[in-house]
């Protein structure tokens, strides 16, 4: 049993090592198209790279299902929680501050662990449901005062399906029933698609980084 799950340790391992891989070579791509106008395509490319990275923290949760179970939107949201856990953080503090808390990062996660720990840990369900009803309140509150910031727009985006109808966008030009265009790749400009091109490089990089920090690790503990 402990060899068994030895070696799927080393499978999920080697997989993530591929798909970052391929992550960057979407990102690579996406750099190239966009360097010589190709915007539609270096957008589509971008929103690639970035799903690839959702993918490798999906499969490291043990998350990661055929297609069809975990979507493109899934993957999205799993990569966008790296833009924006620092802004979460940072407003989470600001709104503990405004309840005479301590404002500090530190406060922030301390406060956020201990509602989750002791929710876990509450035997009641009335407790339990106590805990529930503090952490929505946290998460609206959290989330109303991220929306105007750049991690929160990506989020509303990507909810709202909107950051995968741009992926699309970038590849089809889309017709209705009467023909009628509806989507068309030459209306994604460089703006746009240089916009998620900077928050690929920043989840891809931010991976990246994290991969070599646990080779580091995995090196000095042998």
Not at 85 to 103: E, W
Not at 113 to 121: D, E, N, P
Request: include cysteine; hydrophobic fraction near 40%; aromatic fraction near 6%.
């Amino acid at each position: 049993m402990a060899n068994e799950q030895k070696t799927e340790t080393i499978w999920v391992h080697e997989a993530q090592v591929r798909i970052l891989e391929n992550a960057e070579r979407l990102l690579a791509d996406a750099e190239l198209l966009h360097m010589h106008g190709r915007h539609p395509s270096a957008l589509a490319m971008a929103i690639l790279a970035f799903e690839e990275i959702g993918k490798i923290y999906l499969l490291g949760i043990g998350e990661l299902h055929s297609k069809g179970r975990n979507g493109h939107r899934t993957k999205q949201q799993f990569a966008n929680a790296m833009l924006i856990a620092g802004p979460a953080i940072s407003v989470l503090a600001d709104y503990l501050a405004s309840l005479g808390m301590q404002r500090t990062p530190q406060t922030a996660v301390a406060f956020l662990y201990a509602v989750l720990k002791s929710q876990s840990r509450s035997e009641s369900e009335e407790d339990k449901m106590a805990f529930q009803r503090l952490e929505n309140q946290i998460i609206e509150e959290v989330a109303e005062r991220l929306r105007d910031l750049e991690a929160g727009r990506v989020s509303i985006a990507i909810n709202s399906g909107r950051a995968n109808a741009l992926k699309q966008s970038g590849f089809y030009c889309d017709v209705d029933e009467s023909g009628r265009i509806i989507s068309d790749p030459n209306n994604i400009g460089s703006d746009l698609a240089r916009d998620w091109i900077d928050r690929a490089r920043f989840v891809v990089d931010n991976c990246r980084q994290s991969s070599t920090r646990d080779r580091e690790r995995t090196k000095g503990e042998v």
